[in-house]
């Protein structure tokens, strides 16, 4: 396989690749690559954070204010923990697919919750189902304690019925805008009553509040349960042809080429197998098209771990991560709203290109940076004597450049051009580096490379 193409393919299914690694895939065949991708991702390795002290707690237990509140704020803090060990799994995930297409799903069926049970439990299914069967994965999100939290499904009874869940599972994880009628919401709403959870989180059906009369449906009807909604949506071929997109702009191009979402469908709507699907594309002799290389705005989270695969680094202050992801505006296990973070273009704006440009130096070259409360000032500076701003932080992080020494020892300043820039440079561009490759020392010229517009790509 050329090796150009393994570069494009672990960019777009992980988090870039090493120079060593090129060397030994790029010995076999394309096939051979994609199913060893698939290999290593068959097995699902569960994200977890310590929850033992809620082993005891009970209904009763929680009638104490001060307890209550004081869980709380620790259940608050696990899902800090939990989305710090996210960030730190995707470093150097083993199932590397499965982890990248979990970060997918996270900004498909989006959902944020408080309560660590239910947040830990809602993203390990997600990463159980990333590769499996879309219509069972759909129908396991419809019964999560966290999506019904999130989308006020507990609060839909026969007697009051809460369309929220069920508008949004049409619009946003099935079907698209303008596929139903507002009948089709109140019908399939009513199908949905009764959902609920336990303390813990497990799933249970309140009958006395489940609407057990016959709805009518996209043109059916009976005495329809969610899991019979879901079945009837996924016999409409729009909502194979609406994931196909989804995956088509989230891993090949923004702009969406009918002819292959066209097959991708047809692969997709004979028995909704996410793992099918992404084979289908990733053999694709298309995905490796020149017009699909370097094309697409890295994600923030695709920008700081693509960094890590260059030159390992760790944050000394876990909050620091945080504070990070907020600057560049994506926080995981923080969606702004029901519809995810808006992607492509919508990555960059004035502020955030400045922040991103700025931030291999400040993480691999001691600079340091500070900011506004508010999100609307940031600089770099090294005298914070000079400045007075309402929030200052000193972001520090310890540099293994030992491993990036190792890994790029055969490369020349030139060749690391090649090897992390993934589109065309402008002229300007090139002839500076031309001048300073032949100044600069490796690992500077390999922070200006970080630093350039166009590693903003992949």
Same mark, same amino acid.
């Not at 090129?22 to 199913?35: A, G, N, P």
């Not at 989804?246 to 991708?264: L, R």
């Given at each position: 396989m050329k090796s150009a193409h393994i570069q494009h393919l672990y960019n777009r299914i992980g988090f870039g690749i090493s120079p060593k690694e090129i060397e030994r895939l790029s010995k076999k065949t394309k096939k051979e690559v994609v199913e060893e991708?698939?290999?290593?991702?068959?097995?699902?390795?569960?994200?977890?954070?310590?929850?033992?002290?809620?082993?005891?707690?009970?209904?009763?237990?929680?009638?104490?204010?001060? =307890?209550?509140?004081?869980?709380?704020?620790?259940?608050?803090?696990?899902?800090?923990?939990?989305?710090?060990?996210?960030?730190?799994?995707?470093?150097?995930?083993?199932?590397?697919?499965?982890?990248?297409?979990?970060?997918?799903?996270?900004?498909?069926?989006?959902?944020?919750?408080?309560?660590?049970?239910?947040?830990?439990?809602?993203?390990?299914?997600?990463?159980?189902?990333?590769?499996?069967?879309?219509?069972?994965?759909?129908?396991?999100?419809?019964?999560?304690?966290?999506?019904?939290?999130?989308?006020?499904?507990?609060?839909?009874?026969?007697?009051?019925?809460?369309?929220?869940?069920?508008?949004?599972?049409?619009?946003?994880?099935?079907?698209?805008?303008?596929?139903?009628?507002?009948?089709?919401?109140?019908?399939?709403?009513?199908?949905?009553?009764?959902?609920?959870?336990?303390?813990?989180?497990?799933?249970?059906?309140?009958?006395?509040?489940?609407?057990?009369s016959n709805k009518t449906f996209f043109g059916k009807t009976g005495n329809f349960n969610g899991d019979d909604i879901i079945d009837i949506i996924l016999e409409k071929k729009q909502c194979a042809r609406f994931i196909s997109e989804k995956i088509y702009?989230?891993?090949?191009?923004?702009?969406?080429?009918?002819?292959?979402?066209?097959?991708?469908? =047809?692969?997709?709507?004979?028995?909704?197998?996410?793992?099918?699907?992404?084979?289908?594309?990733?053999?694709?002799?298309?995905?490796?098209?020149?017009?699909?290389?370097?094309?697409?705005?890295?994600?923030?989270?695709?920008?700081?771990?693509?960094?890590?695969?260059?030159?390992?680094?760790?944050?000394?202050?876990?909050?620091?991560?945080?504070?990070?992801?907020?600057?560049?505006?994506?926080? @995981?296990?923080?969606?702004?709203?029901?519809?995810?973070?808006?992607?492509?273009?919508?990555?960059?704006?004035?502020?955030?290109?400045?922040?991103?440009?700025?931030?291999?130096?400040?993480? @691999?070259?001691?600079?340091?940076?500070?900011?506004?409360?508010?999100?609307?000032?940031?600089?770099?500076?090294?005298?914070?004597?000079?400045?007075?701003?309402?929030?200052?932080?000193?972001?520090?992080?310890?540099?293994?450049?030992?491993?990036?020494? &190792?890994?790029?020892?055969?490369?020349?300043?030139?060749? @690391?051009?090649?090897?992390?820039?993934?589109?065309? @440079?402008?002229?300007?561009?090139?002839?500076?580096?031309?001048?300073?490759? &032949?100044?600069?020392?490796?690992?500077?010229?390999?922070?200006?490379?970080?630093?350039?517009?166009?590693?903003?790509?992949?």
């Amino acid at each position: 396989m050329k090796s150009a193409h393994i570069q494009h393919l672990y960019n777009r299914i992980g988090f870039g690749i090493s120079p060593k690694e090129i060397e030994r895939l790029s010995k076999k065949t394309k096939k051979e690559v994609v199913e060893e991708l698939f290999s290593s991702s068959k097995k699902t390795t569960q994200l977890k954070v310590d929850t033992s002290y809620i082993k005891d707690v009970t209904y009763k237990s929680l009638k104490d204010i001060k =307890k209550r509140r004081e869980l709380q704020k620790m259940s608050r803090k696990k899902v800090f923990d939990l989305s710090i060990a996210w960030f730190h799994r995707l470093h150097n995930p083993a199932e590397i697919l499965r982890e990248k297409m979990t970060l997918f799903w996270a900004n498909h069926f989006v959902c944020e919750n408080r309560n660590i049970l239910f947040v830990q439990k809602y993203n390990n299914v997600l990463r159980e189902n990333a590769l499996g069967n879309f219509k069972d994965f759909t129908k396991t999100i419809s019964k999560e304690a966290a999506m019904l939290n999130y989308l006020n499904n507990k609060q839909n009874k026969k007697k009051s019925p809460n369309e929220n869940f069920a508008r949004e599972l049409m619009e946003l994880f099935t079907l698209g805008q303008d596929q139903y009628t507002e009948k089709d919401i109140k019908e399939s709403a009513r199908a949905f009553t009764g959902y609920n959870h336990k303390m813990k989180g497990d799933f249970f059906l309140r009958r006395k509040h489940h609407d057990e009369s016959n709805k009518t449906f996209f043109g059916k009807t009976g005495n329809f349960n969610g899991d019979d909604i879901i079945d009837i949506i996924l016999e409409k071929k729009q909502c194979a042809r609406f994931i196909s997109e989804k995956i088509y702009s989230y891993f090949v191009n923004d702009t969406i080429n009918k002819k292959h979402i066209d097959k991708m469908t =047809k692969v997709f709507y004979k028995d909704y197998d996410i793992e099918n699907l992404m084979r289908y594309v990733l053999l694709s002799n298309w995905f490796y098209d020149s017009d699909n290389i370097g094309n697409k705005i890295k994600s923030p989270i695709e920008f700081l771990v693509g960094m890590n695969t260059i030159v390992p680094y760790k944050f000394k202050k876990p909050k620091q991560i945080r504070l990070v992801q907020k600057l560049l505006g994506q926080v @995981l296990l923080s969606p702004p709203n029901v519809a995810g973070w808006k992607t492509g273009k919508n990555w960059i704006d004035s502020n955030t290109i400045v922040t991103r440009l700025r931030l291999p130096s400040m993480l @691999l070259n001691n600079a340091q940076i500070a900011y506004s409360e508010k999100g609307d000032e940031e600089t770099m500076i090294t005298n914070f004597n000079k400045r007075k701003l309402r929030r200052q932080a000193f972001i520090k992080v310890s540099k293994d450049w030992e491993s990036f020494e &190792e890994n790029y020892k055969n490369k020349s300043n030139k060749e @690391l051009i090649g090897l992390i820039i993934n589109t065309n @440079l402008n002229s300007g561009t090139a002839e500076m580096l031309e001048k300073n490759g &032949e100044l600069l020392s490796k690992q500077n010229f390999i922070i200006q490379l970080m630093s350039l517009p166009e590693y903003q790509l992949c």
